[in-house]
């Protein structure tokens, strides 16, 4: 059903919606169905993935429902990568540069990379909500962060400290995600939850996806709706 007509939709900025199943069970669907509406509503909205290939369709999508970057509002996908990068320099944490392709490659002394180290110092920072030096960097980044919701497409696959990122930047009502438990493809990280440190079930509602579709078919009906 579409999304103004489910008992879902009411909930969005109230608490986090996770929209969960198998592979191609409607689940970036949904997420673009909500951001379609969302956006109606003259929202800004950021589309986050890991997936770099992902990303390209989605933008190319978006572009053809007429929904995609906008000055004021609209939907913006981008990949997580560069996202949390964009921080790292504009707070001078770190210069991914200076690294090379090496820079997501993991010491195999600390089991981790220049760009954990740096998610590291970053969500140390940013956790610090009451503090004169979070404040400044809340400053400095605001341009990067100034969206009124965030949907994470692929959440199973973001590192935990991503996700703790994320959730201090924005509050978890603010967050929908799309999840597949059974579908990690990003190195051997294991299924992040993104419930794990909310206060209350209360906190979020998980829609099952279950029926099993074609998920190029889903996003095709999606461009239809809108075209």
Not at 77 to 90: A, C, L, M, N, Y
Request: proline letters at 4%; aromatic letters at 10%.
């Amino acid at each position: 059903s579409k999304v103004d007509k489910s008992q879902y939709y009411s909930q969005i900025g109230n608490r986090m919606i996770i929209f969960d199943g198998g592979p191609g069970t409607g689940k970036t669907a949904s997420l673009l169905y909500c951001s379609k509406k969302l956006c109606d509503e003259g929202n800004k909205i950021l589309l986050l993935t890991y997936n770099h290939v992902l990303r390209c369709d989605l933008k190319r999508l978006l572009e053809y429902a007429e929904m995609g970057i906008m000055e004021n509002n609209g939907v913006h996908p981008q990949s997580s990568t560069k996202f949390f990068t964009d921080i790292f320099r504009e707070i001078s944490l770190v210069n991914p540069g200076e690294f090379g392709e090496n820079f997501l490659n993991k010491d195999p002394k600390t089991n981790m990379s220049p760009y954990d180290e740096a998610l590291e110092k970053l969500f140390n920072l940013v956790k610090k909500k009451s503090t004169n030096e979070n404040k400044k960097i809340l400053d400095k980044i605001s341009h990067l962060i100034n969206y009124d919701y965030i949907m994470i497409d692929e959440s199973q696959d973001w590192f935990s400290l991503e996700r703790d990122i994320i959730i201090s930047l924005w509050t978890s009502k603010k967050i929908i995600i799309a999840q597949s438990p059974e579908q990690l493809t990003r190195g051997s990280i294991d299924f992040t939850d993104w419930t794990k440190y909310l206060p209350k079930r209360e906190d979020f509602n998980k829609l099952p996806r279950r029926k099993s579709l074609r998920q190029r078919k889903e996003l095709v009906n999606f461009n239809k709706v809108f075209m």
